[in-house]
């Protein structure tokens, strides 16, 4: 949209009281990495492969669901360079799962690295390795594959008790009860009831039903999916790769390939964005077959099309939510029942299923009954995987619609009955406790929630009157305000764990290892601040180098929201040891009590004021000059949060709306959230704004298109655009204090919380509008035209 | 079949095919600025100056170089740090990928305006350019500040 009509410039933020305690935490630094990637130095997967690496293309299906009948490499292996083409035959029946998760994973073991069978238009069949790539991909052509064509199912919604099994295969399993159903099509299945919630929906006055259907969305991150493998001096085999955790790509390889964890390495150079969806082996066990074939370095760089067709999208979910209350908007059930549809493949299928009740229901913990369940489906689509927002996003768009709905039910301020009803700080919720990812929850107190200034701060950016949150700017053109809450999490509790480990070098500086994995978020450049912060140190002195594992400590990777909190708790827990042990080791050389050293300025001097030493000297001391006493000092922390204290924000949008053409345009978004302290505030609001963009793009634009044959019709940027800078008008982000006492300086996440909203805000916007409640995303033009004239029809 | 063209003021005859884009022969030339994102012209992360104007270089051939000056990033690195220094300074790098193509629009949008261009100017001469990290609100305000300080100069 272009949109000149901008509201007024707002004024800069009020400075963060945090921002005053503390010298390099909560301050504006630059990313370590940001002048070099501008400058467009090598760093990407991409950037780094070695001059004698075979080029992979990988031969992908052209049915939804079809068995394999033969393969035949013959005229591929014809062609002068082309060294190899593997197939199902030559890789281990063993089943895994493709989603970089805990151990065990939540996910079935459903899948095989290569198989006799394919589930979707670009399931993975064969694997050519040629000299360059323009021969591997002639000879890929040249592959000549027999199929025997099964029916696929493509609608989610028939999938439960099809006829037709996409996994009738022996041998998958579930690594700990899931719901796991294969021969029902289901990939995972839950159920949770606190209350009688049909009892308490009987005894409401007011009852309001929602069902919303959400889409299948692409991450479109812009460095597609790459990997290269060669085998080191030690025989070893290394994998560079694009992915955002380091360690399960290990574990999952080695099960893969039935080898010992010790024989690979793994490692992530810079990567150009994730959103989830390299939280997951797509690439590299096809370089890793290449290699292990031929011995010799092998490249694959998806196509933009294949990270379209087949990598991961968004869990497509129909979400129905059942509200019961009483006339005065006092909430007393809720009831959300889901389907979500994972695709050809359960990777993350229970676990994003239940984050659309967990990390949404907490919100409104004042109801005497709750009730989630449903199922997880497989379809003959593209499989679903992680995705910011992990089905909270999904869930957030049925509950926030219901709440509005009852809201004009019962003729009050939607900001009011949210205000009535929502979770306040010090307070708990029984969903908490009964509901984690995929196993029991952890019960909460909740030490920080700020959604009332939140709420207040947001009111007051929109100009939000109730009364007129809809007003006519020309004709059929509407201008319409909405809005929406939301909450996140800060990591798995108890089964995300991250270490940091940190050591003195000569000069007087810090190594900081993590096996954190940085995605373009920033989380290097943080984790660096909070160690700097404890260290008493400028930023220049701690050199960050992470996810490698061979040489940085173990992480689980990035996702769900765990850096900041999780991964930053262990640096700052690494820094405190490392402080006390520089303390201790000064402390002996000048024969006082580690009491009576004072540690500031980088010296360190005794109480007394005698005896002084910087940093800088006492770290050639150490390494070059105390004789025996000489020591490398360092420490290794690890941190496994016994919480997930959940972010916050509250949104509010002005859309424009055309009532003639169905165009919906948002004017502004604004967006206020509450997460602690911000390590690095800038970082954390740009990471809210490009998740509100992204949750727009859910909203309005984007969706994942397929033919009645299955193949995907939106498999390139022209035919699925994302968002670009002229199509939303304004996005306002603050940030409000806070501070977790559980998290690093404060901390809780900003990975996630910026999406959740979106869908539901805007949703919410064009009901006040019109009175119609869309509950089809995307919200397309000729959607919004169609509802709008359905409307009509049934009012006339 | 080689073609011989200037990149970044520096004389090279290098290889390519026929159909090839200039993306992949820059690439191979050792030119890893220049990012694959789309390959359809869409995202704008492979963009470089041919004879000064901005192109995408996936669906540029190769072959119409021959004899042009091609300026990637790294061509014009001074001024590109001068704008890394407030990209960065409102944290909206972020994953990077983009930023090369990105910044290198900004530097030829600074130069083919004679005044500083209005947002909807700045919003519409990078709508090319597309960044799925930022929201692009971080980059508007950091382009702003830039061409302000590059104005008073």
């Known amino acids: 949209m272009q949109n000149n009509d901008y509201p007024t410039p707002l004024p800069n933020d009020a400075t963060l009281e945090a921002t005053e305690k503390f010298n390099v935490v909560a301050h504006d630094l630059p990313k370590v990495d940001g002048e070099g990637l501008v400058l467009g130095r090598p760093a990407y997967t991409d950037d780094l492969v070695p001059p004698n690496a075979l080029y992979v293309k990988l031969v992908r299906s052209p049915h939804a669901f079809a068995r394999i009948l033969s393969i035949d490499p013959t005229d591929a292996l014809a062609l002068p360079g082309v060294v190899c083409v593997l197939t199902w035959k030559d890789v281990p029946r063993i089943p895994i799962t493709r989603a970089g998760q805990g151990n065990p994973e939540p996910s079935p073991h459903d899948r095989f690295i290569l198989d006799e069978y394919v589930r979707y238009v670009g399931d993975e069949v064969a694997v050519v390795a040629a000299e360059t790539e323009a021969l591997a991909e002639k000879a890929a052509g040249l592959v000549k594959v027999e199929y025997q064509k099964l029916k696929p199912v493509l609608d989610f919604e028939h999938a439960l008790d099809n006829p037709i099994v996409i996994h009738p295969e022996p041998g998958i399993h579930e690594m700990f009860p899931i719901g796991f159903e294969p021969k029902r099509n289901i990939a995972a299945a839950y159920h949770m009831e606190i209350g009688d919630v049909e009892q308490e929906l009987a005894a409401s006055p007011v009852k309001v039903e929602t069902t919303v259907h959400t889409q299948a969305q692409q991450h479109v991150a812009l460095e597609p999916h790459t990997a290269f493998s060669y085998i080191d001096l030690q025989g070893r085999l290394v994998i560079v790769t694009s992915t955002q955790n380091p360690w399960h790509t290990r574990r999952l390889l080695g099960l893969a390939f039935q080898m010992p964890l010790r024989q690979i390495r793994i490692v992530k150079p810079r990567i150009g964005g994730g959103f989830g969806g390299k939280q997951h082996i797509h690439v590299e066990p096809y370089v890793a077959m290449v290699t292990m074939k031929t011995g010799r370095p092998a490249r694959l760089a998806l196509t933009r099309r294949e990270v379209f067709e087949a990598t991961f999208t968004r869990h497509e979910m129909r979400v129905k939510v059942r509200l019961g209350a009483n006339p005065d908007g006092k909430l007393r059930a809720i009831d959300m029942q889901v389907l979500s549809n994972t695709g050809a493949y359960g990777e993350h299928a229970l676990t994003t299923f239940m984050v659309a009740g967990s990390k949404t229901l907490p919100l409104y913990n004042k109801v005497s009954a709750v009730r989630f369940g449903g199922h997880v489906v497989y379809t003959n689509k593209v499989s679903a995987g992680a995705f910011r927002g992990y089905g909270a996003i999904q869930g957030l768009t049925g509950l926030e619609a219901a709440m509005d709905e009852l809201a004009h039910k019962v003729g009050i301020d939607p900001v009011e009955l949210r205000r009535n009803n929502m979770l306040h700080e010090g307070e708990t919720s029984e969903v908490f406790r009964i509901m984690g990812e995929g196993t029991e929850g952890v019960a909460m107190n909740i030490e920080s929630c700020k959604l009332e200034e939140c709420i207040a701060r947001g009111k007051e950016l929109i100009g939000w009157d109730f009364t007129q949150l809809v007003r006519e700017v020309a004709p059929g053109v509407l201008r319409a305000k909405g809005m929406a809450i939301a909450m996140q999490g800060s990591g798995i509790p108890l089964i995300d764990m991250g270490s940091a480990r940190i050591e003195l070098q000569d000069g007087g500086f810090f190594k900081l290892h993590v096996g954190a994995t940085d995605l373009g978020t920033g989380s290097d450049t943080i984790l660096a601040q909070i160690a700097a912060e404890e260290l008493g140190v400028d930023m220049a002195d701690i050199v960050v180098y992470s996810s490698d594992t061979d040489h940085t400590p173990f992480d689980v990777g990035a996702y769900a929201s765990s850096t900041t909190y999780v991964s930053g708790s262990a640096v700052l827990k690494a820094a405190r040891s490392l402080k006390a042990k520089l303390i201790e080791a000064v402390a002996e050389k000048f024969g006082v009590a580690p009491k009576d050293i004072v540690y500031t300025q980088k010296t360190f001097m005794t109480a007394d004021g005698t005896k002084s030493l910087s940093l800088n000297d006492f770290s050639y001391d150490t390494l070059y000059h105390d004789g025996e006493k000489m020591k490398t000092i360092e420490a290794t922390e690890s941190f496994s949060g016994s919480k997930s204290p959940p972010p916050y924000l509250a949104a509010f949008v002005e859309i424009e709306i055309d009532t003639e053409t169905g165009k919906v345009n948002v004017v502004h978004y604004v967006a206020v959230a509450d997460v602690g302290t911000p390590i690095n505030p800038n970082l954390a609001k740009v990471q809210i704004e490009g998740g509100l963009l992204q949750g727009i793009g859910l909203a309005l634009y984007e969706d994942v298109r397929y033919s009645e044959a299955g193949h995907m019709l939106s498999h390139n940027m022209m035919t699925y655009p994302i968002p670009s800078r002229e199509d939303v008008g304004r996005i306002t982000v603050e940030l409000v204090d806070s501070y977790e006492p559980s998290g690093p300086f404060g901390a809780k996440s900003a990975g996630e919380i910026g999406i959740d909203t979106p869908p539901a805000a805007i949703a919410n916007a064009i009901r006040n509008a019109t009175g119609v409640r869309l509950t089809e995303y995307p919200f397309t033009p000729e959607r919004v035209l169609a509802a709008l004239k359905a409307a009509k029809t049934q009012h006339t | ?153």
Not at chain 2, 8 to 13: A, D, F, T, V
Not at chain 2, 61 to 70: H, P, S, W, Y
Request: hydrophobic letters at 40%; glycine letters at 10%.
């Open chain 2, 1 to 153: 079949m080689n073609i011989t063209l200037r990149i970044n003021g520096k004389l090279e005859s290098i290889e390519c095919l026929p159909g090839e884009m200039l993306t992949e022969v820059l690439r191979r030339a050792g030119h890893f600025e220049v990012k694959k994102g789309c390959d359809t012209g869409n995202c704008g992360a492979c963009t470089v100056l041919v004879d000064g104007k901005p192109v995408l270089s996936c669906s540029y051939l190769a072959v119409r170089a021959e004899g042009k000056e091609v300026t990637t990033i790294q061509g014009l690195a001074d001024e590109a740090k001068k704008f890394a220094a407030f990209l960065t300074a409102e944290g909206a790098d972020q994953c990077g990928f983009c930023a090369p193509g990105f910044a290198l629009t900004v530097l030829a949008m600074k130069d083919e305006f004679s005044s500083i261009p209005d947002e909807a100017q700045i919003r519409h001469y990078l709508a090319g350019n597309l960044c799925r990290c930022s929201g692009y609100e971080g980059q508007i305000r950091a382009i702003k500040k830039y061409l302000e300080a590059q104005h008073a100069e």
